[in-house]
């Protein structure tokens, strides 16, 4: 069965500052990665998705993720947040056309 | 492109109600759509993954007669809360993918169900 774990239930980051948001998953076979953002009482919103190929994937607004097969990892970046990107942030992983999330991490930014 | 339209965005209605949700794929077909319930500050659950002209398949644990869905159009999926009770209050997501194993769920921006 597959599952994501993202550790950090909370992170607080200062405005400018880089981010890195944790997801480690576990599947089978080849996984098809994804990270959604989502705002309060809000859908998700896609931000970028890892299929094949570059294992460096450029996602919107300034987000990128690098898929590690040896670590089982699919870590979300920024170089510098904005204050706008205060949301909740899910990982998931897709199998038989099944989504599965992570538990989610709230991220804050401070002024 | 690739937007789905969830209606109401939020609704409040007397227990024993029934309430029905839309999703509709606005500028794709979408060949199967997902039905998801959030709690608060918790993780997206699957409630049933449902395609076209067939019936749902339902996940473990959610009741096929308290959440009836009907998928009877490439674009539009509906799921309704039968005699609705306060333990249904929720917020509850819709997304749809179109054709090709390789495409993401494009999501709606959810109900927030609220039951007196």
């Known amino acids: 069965a597959q599952s994501v774990t993202q550790p950090d239930i909370h992170i607080t980051v200062s405005e400018g500052a880089s981010l890195e948001l944790r997801c480690n998953y576990s599947y089978g076979a080849t996984p098809y990665l994804f990270w959604y953002v989502q705002s309060p009482g809000q859908g998700l919103q896609l931000l970028l998705k890892y299929f094949s190929g570059d294992t460096l994937v450029q996602g919107i607004k300034g987000f990128e993720a690098e898929f590690k097969r040896s670590q089982s990892s699919f870590n979300l970046r920024k170089p510098s947040v904005h204050w706008s990107d205060a949301a909740e942030y899910f990982c998931?992983?897709?199998?038989?056309?099944?989504?599965?999330f992570g538990t989610g991490t709230r991220l804050t930014i401070i002024p | 492109g690739a937007v789905v339209s969830q209606h109401p965005s939020w609704v409040i209605c007397k227990s024993g109600t029934s309430v029905k949700i839309e999703c509709r794929s606005l500028d794709f077909q979408a060949t199967t759509m997902f039905w998801y319930r959030q709690f608060p500050k918790q993780s997206l659950m699957l409630m049933a993954t449902?395609?076209?002209?067939?019936?749902?398949?339902?996940e473990q644990g959610v009741e096929k007669d308290k959440f009836l869905i009907n998928h009877a159009s490439l674009t539009l999926s509906t799921l309704t809360v039968t005699s609705a009770h306060p333990e249904d209050s929720s917020f509850y997501i819709c997304?749809?993918?179109?054709?090709?194993?390789?495409?993401?769920?494009?999501f709606g921006d959810g109900t927030r169900l609220s039951i007196l």
């Open positions: 998931a992983v897709r199998g038989n056309e099944k989504l599965t």
């Open positions: 449902s395609n076209e002209g067939s019936k749902a398949t339902y």
């Open positions: 997304s749809a993918s179109d054709e090709g194993g390789n495409q993401p769920q494009h």
